[in-house]
């Protein structure tokens, strides 16, 4: 595997489950990012780790927990959902958190919530 | 406050000519990057073309230059001999602490 991986790609549950998304990135980076990308609105950051530490979370629902157990894999657990969290969410790393660098992203997990 | 603007939802090109999308942005910061991502459809998103704010020469990557206005906060993006392959959602984003717009969708048509 190459790159950054995420699973599983398409996943529908229901407003009262608890799953987890994850994230795996094969590149050495340091830093990992998760996004939101909903129709016709612009990607939003939610959480960026640097070396396995949070260092932002812009405001988001506690409904949405991530964890970085390790600077390779980034996952983000899922419970008690509304259907307006039903969207495409990117995972991306980057070689560190400093404004230069690019991010590479996943393919992205297509969640509907029902 | 951050704020990147893509006021072209959606634009088209013939195949083998040359288009460009808009973009400007709003940030305080004095250093900054300026970055254009490219999303095909079901595919993953990638990079384009990268700035840096306190260059003032243009980047260009093969057929893909901006034109970047500090002073008016513009980054555009020029796509020259468009190919089919270009097809996709592109967005412009803004790092400082990775600011994205909305998107353009560009449709390259034969």
């Known amino acids: 595997e190459t790159g950054v991986t995420q699973t599983p790609r398409h996943l529908v549950m229901g407003m009262t489950n608890k799953k987890s998304l994850k994230c795996e990135q094969h590149?050495?980076?340091?830093?990992m990012y998760w996004y939101k990308q909903s129709a016709k609105k612009p990607l939003e950051l939610m959480f960026v780790?640097?070396?396995?530490?949070?260092?932002e979370n812009n405001s988001v629902p506690s409904r949405f927990s991530p964890e970085c157990p390790n600077s390779s894999h980034l996952f983000l657990h899922l419970h008690t959902l509304q259907p307006e969290d039903s969207a495409l969410y990117l995972c991306?790393?980057?070689?560190?958190?400093?404004?230069?660098?690019?991010?590479?992203f996943g393919p992205g997990t297509r969640l509907t919530v029902t | 406050a951050q704020t990147v603007t893509q006021s072209q939802p959606e634009m088209s090109v013939q195949e083998a000519e040359t288009v460009t999308l808009s973009c400007t942005y709003d940030?305080?910061?004095?250093?900054?990057?300026l970055f254009w991502y490219k999303q095909p459809p079901s595919r993953q998103m990638i990079l384009v073309i990268r700035?840096?704010?306190?260059?003032?020469q243009n980047a260009t990557e093969n057929r893909f230059s901006v034109n970047f206005q500090k002073a008016a906060k513009s980054f555009s993006l020029k796509i020259s001999d468009s190919q089919l392959g270009d097809t996709a959602m592109y967005f412009c984003?803004?790092?400082?602490?990775?600011?994205f717009g909305a998107g353009t969708r560009l449709t390259v048509k034969p």
């Open positions: 700035q840096e704010a306190y260059k003032q």
């Open positions: 780790y640097s070396l396995e530490e949070r260092v």
């Open positions: 590149l050495g980076h340091n830093a």
């Open positions: 984003a803004l790092r400082v602490d990775m600011r």
């Open positions: 991306a790393s980057s070689q560190a958190r400093l404004t230069g660098y690019e991010q590479y």
């Open positions: 940030t305080s910061e004095s250093n900054y990057y």
